[in-house]
């Protein structure tokens, strides 16, 4: 009888063991995660750490579904990401209602820890950028580069390119009108016209023109770009007026090409079209893409809306939007929404607040790569002033505007399936 009791005690030990061996982790994203923001670091580790994982769009706010593993529990239990032990029974008929014709649902499996980088000047800090900031905050790894690295050839290392909040027209921020006495500015236009002589160019602006010629070519060869606030207005612009000089006196010297605006070429842009550029330097405004200046929306009701794509047949948006809400409260930046009448034929508009004619998102291919664009500075600080503290990501960690930028980070480590025809 003794016997017995043991061995029933040593089959139910076994069983156990191996009930958990056979179950995964679901890390959930919907209201009941704690940390969605560090979610995504969790999602980079497991890829490092050469895990399978699956990133489950439309189930849950977009859950990731890894084994069952110690490490991975005690690393989500380290940095406060929630997760669900589910059985083996479970994840079969999770599969299974993923899986089905009429769900809006699919499971991608992310392969590749995509080799990141932030173009950014040398110096800043990581609140100085949304984007740098989230990156941190998630503990994703990232690289670095500005000018340099971009005219030395350095980008074809990295797989994924972040454009800082830059401004690449060459017109200092269009910064003159309100710091043009300040030190900092002062500086900072000596440090730029002293790098464009150091690659041979008499201008920033000239500079400038030939690092996004160089990032042009990064996404055309297969490169991921992603850019936020006046980075997405000002690299249209630069490629557009690549032979054109739309500079004012007091920014290159020289004064703008009287023709700029009939000579601005349309056909090198990404995302915009038939804009109007806008010279005077005490303006701070690059062109009539950006809304800033004559949108008429009260901040109470500056909300934009996400896009419902199918998971089976539109794979790339759907990752790109994967959240937890649908409707994502507004934020402004120097470049704080676009004006969709400027908009190319054929870019995807991700989110929108459609009755003010913005587009907050948007995304599209160019060559073997892809790009996306979102407006704004910082999903979480209304109106970012120069000067402003950081944003505390730790009293924002299930921000609804911060997982759009971790969508696209995680991004280019799916494995991509082929349009279902």
Known sequence: MRFLSKLVMILCFLLCAFSSYS???????????????????????????EYEIHWLLNYRGGSFLLPLNKDIQDECKIRGVSFTI?????????????????????????????????????????????VTLALTYAEIPYDIVYDEEVMTGKLNSYDWLHLHHE????????????????????????????????????KASDLKKAVSNLIREFVENGGFLFAMCSATDTFDIALAAEHTDICNQVFDGDPVDPNAQEKLDYSRTFAFTDFSIETNPYVYEYSDIDVTLTRKVSRDEDYFTLFDFSAKWDPVPTM????????????????????EKLIKPGVLIMGENKSAGEARYIHGTYGKGTWTFYGG??????????GDPPTDLDLKKNSAGYRLILNNVLFPAAKKKKRKT
């Open 23 to 49: 179950a995964s982790l679901l890390i959930q994203m919907d209201d009941t995660q704690k940390n969605h923001l560090k979610a995504y670091g969790i999602a980079f580790w497991t890829l490092e750490k």
């Open 167 to 202: 401004d690449f027209t060459g017109q200092h921020g269009k910064f003159y009108g309100s710091y043009r006495n300040m030190k900092w500015y002062k500086d900072e236009v000596q440090t730029n016209l002293a790098k464009a002589r150091r690659f041979g160019f008499s």
């Open 86 to 130: 589910v059985s083996d029974a479970a994840v079969g008929k999770m599969m299974n209602e993923i899986a089905d014709a009429e769900a809006n649902m699919d499971a991608i499996k992310l392969e590749k820890v995509p080799s990141i980088a932030v173009y950014s000047p040398k110096g800043k800090k990581p609140w100085d950028d949304a």
């Open 320 to 339: 790109l939007c994967q959240n937890h809400k649908n409707m994502i409260k507004g934020f402004m930046g120097q470049t704080t929404a676009f004006n």
């Open 377 to 386: 500075h910082d999903p979480e600080d209304y109106q970012h002033l120069v």
